[in-house]
């Protein structure tokens, strides 16, 4: 009669313990967008308006973006996830 294979059990500690460390790479993720977003906005509202044209919000944005892209792919780099 041939061995009866035992039911298999889902790996919680390691299921727990890998939702910790993508937990706490989105928290330090997060916190470097808000914090780009807070100087850039804060030097943005600044500006008396004078030296505005007509796509500088969207070109604001743009390269808002493009740092917030830059800050969180160091947060997600193959050092840090290893």
């Given amino acids: 009669m041939p061995k009866r294979v035992p039911p298999t059990r889902f790996p919680d500690v390691v299921a727990a313990s890998y939702?910790?460390?993508i937990n706490?790479?989105?928290?330090?993720?997060g916190k470097a967008?808000?914090?780009l977003y807070d100087t850039?906005?804060?030097s943005e509202m600044q500006k008396?308006?004078?030296?505005?044209?007509?796509d500088d919000p969207f070109?604001?944005?743009k390269k808002l973006t493009s740092h917030i892209k830059k800050?969180?792919?160091i947060v997600?780099?193959?050092q840090r996830v290893n």
Avoid at 24 to 29: C, D, I, S, T
Avoid at 48 to 54: K, L, Q, T
């Fill in 19 to 21: 939702f910790r460390s």
């Fill in 24 to 29: 706490k790479l989105v928290q330090e993720a």
């Fill in 33 to 35: 967008t808000l914090s």
């Fill in 40 to 42: 850039a906005v804060k």
């Fill in 48 to 54: 008396d308006g004078r030296g505005y044209v007509r």
């Fill in 59 to 61: 070109d604001f944005f």
């Fill in 71 to 73: 800050a969180v792919s």
């Fill in 76 to 78: 997600y780099s193959q």
